[in-house]
């Protein structure tokens, strides 16, 4: 059973309209245009592939969507947003949206 | 009581709500939309209905992804699964969701390799680990959405990844929006407009509707407060006399949307000439299909897939619920025979469905704010 399997009875589904807020902490120098972001604490890749053509840099605050960050946002809006999803009740959501980026089950399964 | 204390700014929804209130003509009965499934979800998670004076009635709209997607486009993508060596990956909301013969959990439990992934990138990366078998990402949502399945579809043509393809099930909002304003049983007043789609297409092609139609939309964010004060705009502009788009959600939504996702998006994908909606039927150009440029990666293509068509459960009013003509709780099988636990329908499935929503919210009567509590914490 992956970890997908236990996520899934108590999954509420809103993760379509979820977007997660996000602080850049190291962009990628590749050309694979992702940034380490932590996202409540979580530290993730995140794709900045829609943001090229207004460029984050480290220390700036992205809004996230399944992966990809699709807006910069102000320190304060970003705030006000977790703020949001505390409020709705998806913060554990999020996290957990956040911490299944990057498959690491898939490549877990690999190793072992 | 435990969201009014979660509430920043409890005097100024206090002083938006009696604004609301003061603007409100008491001989009309207002009727606004919000077009977005997450709206729905917040609306009445914050109660929000309990601090609206009576003869504003919210009507919820067609943005909840999954509730619009047709029975048969589930078993058309569960049919691909059930080939040998190809693995099933979506997001988690699709997991539940029935098809005619199960959702993809149901069939993930007879032996099908169904994955969950949080984004699409994750497919192509589970294609990578998995080089024997083929990964089909089944690609659902709105603008808000659509962009990263294109970005993913371009990754991987230029990676040249065999073993990868996309059954894409997009839909675009403006033609959903059109297709309500012209059903004949439907009047609205106005439109409370999408956030995070809004970040994408920006807030230009809502012009029509305050142009052609006269009818006022605001752009909003997810706070009660935010909710608030796009329906103080609306009924201002009602008072007024007046159609225009407006923006409310102006800290993240750029006027101008996200060019370089739009033009991902127009790189990938070409409208179909028509797509089936669950519960509003056939709507012309109103979902997307992946350009012959990446026929390669697009399942629909690569697939035999027999193109099921399914009509809903006859009992069931989704159509109705959808376009807002009925309340969730007006369905005859509405807590009886359709429950989030057991859902008939798919606006039962997601929490952004307006039935889920009533019934988490509403049927099961948790404690909500009302304008007695709210008066209580100024």
Known sequence: MDRGDEKLESMGGCRMCLAIPGKIIEI??????????????????????????????????????????????????????MHTLQMLGESEAAIDEARGYGLEDVEEKRIT | ????????????????????????????????????????????????????????????????????????????????????NVIFAAFGDMMRVPGAHGSPLEHKARGADVRIVYSPTDAIKLAKANPDKHVMFFAIGFETTAPSTALTLQRAKAEGLQNFSVFCNHVTIIPAIRAILDSPDMRLDG????????????????????????????????????LLQSIVMLLRQLKNGEAKVENQY????????????????????????????????????????????????????????????????????????????????QCKLFAQECTPESPVGALMVSSEGSCAAFYNYQHRKPVTISNATLASVV
């Open chain 2, 1 to 84: 009581m435990k969201f009014v204390d979660e509430f920043r700014n409890p005097e100024l929804i206090m002083k938006t709500a009696e604004e609301i209130r003061r603007l409100t003509d008491p001989q009309w009965h207002y009727r606004l939309m919000e077009v977005c499934g997450g709206h729905t979800h917040a609306i009445y998670r914050f109660g929000l209905k309990d601090v609206l004076p009576e003869n504003i009635d919210l009507i919820h709209g067609p943005g909840c992804p999954v509730c619009v997607l047709p029975m048969g486009r589930i078993d058309d993508g569960l049919s691909i699964a059930a080939q040998p």
């Open chain 2, 250 to 329: 102006k800290r993240v939504v750029p006027w101008e949307g996200n060019r370089a996702a739009l033009k991902a998006m127009k790189e990938v994908f070409q409208l179909r000439p028509y797509f089936e909606w669950r519960g509003l039927g056939f709507i012309s150009q109103s979902a997307l299909r992946i350009r012959d440029s990446y026929a390669q990666w697009d399942a629909e293509r690569r697939f035999n897939v027999p193109g099921i068509r399914i009509t809903d459960p006859k009992a069931a009013q989704c159509g109705e619920v959808l376009k807002g003509v009925l309340k969730p709780a």
């Open chain 2, 191 to 226: 439109f409370i407009g999408p956030g995070h789609c809004s970040t994408v297409i920006g807030c230009r092609p809502y012009e029509w509707i305050a142009t052609d139609e006269g009818k006022p939309i605001v752009v909003c964010g997810f706070e009660p407060l935010d």
């Open chain 1, 28 to 81: 990628t120098s590749d050309a694979t245009h992702s940034a380490l972001v932590d996202v409540m604490g979580v530290r993730r890749r995140v794709d900045l592939g829609l943001l090229q053509e207004d460029k984050p840099k480290t220390g700036d605050w992205v809004l996230i969507h399944v992966g990809f960050a699709m807006s910069k946002i102000s320190e304060e809006e970003a705030l006000d947003q």
